[in-house]
């Protein structure tokens, strides 16, 4: 079954802090994976992809095929970070599937 | 440019009326989907179509959820004899890509539906 896992509700940090919002997949296929994130008050939004290998607004996630991971990283946690973040799989282009998503509360 | 809308916004139905959610994409976007997010779950996903095509509807979770895309650009999302359990936020994305193309989907503001 294709299934996104996101462990944590809720993650707290100090300003300045590391943060890494976890992300488990369950997916027989080549995984094709996302990260979006909604701020308050706005859409969901694409955050980034694993495919394009970027880093957006200093967040970066890498692929980690044996541990069926993408984990969502920042070294430096700023307080406009603080969202809902999703972790997706994408299924053969034509759906998404969703983790059920992590509060990221940014505190200075 | 003009992003996805979704009206309306807010919709409150009782018990057993039927809904029609409307789902405006970006012009030129080729797939349009439809997902429920319930409260505290991620997004879920109920249809999609390639152009008026729809492809999968394989997440609409009973009949009395029907979807149409008539020529193409502007969808409905209609639900018949509404349930408590069909309370949510209903959001639409839509892609510049035919399916089987990874890429980027752009999300409308979602329809807050409540039944009483």
Known sequence: ?????????????????????????????????????????????????????????GFTADLNKGETSFHLKKPFAQEEDSAMYYCALDIDGNKLVFGAGTILRVKS | GAGVSQSPRYKVAKRGQDVALRCDPISGHVSLFWYQQALGQGPEFLTYFQNEAQLDKSGLPSDRFFAERPEGSVSTLKIQRTQQEDSAVYLCASS?????VHGEQFFGPGTRLTVL
């Open chain 2, 96 to 100: 510049p890509l035919a399916g089987g």
């Open chain 1, 1 to 57: 079954a294709q299934r996104v896992t996101q462990p944590e509700k809720l993650l707290s940090v100090f300003k300045g802090a590391p943060v890494e919002l976890k992300c488990n997949y369950s997916y027989s296929g080549s995984p094709e994976l996302f990260w979006y994130v909604q701020y308050s008050r706005q859409r969901l939004q694409l955050l980034l992809r694993h495919i394009s290998r970027e880093s957006i607004k």
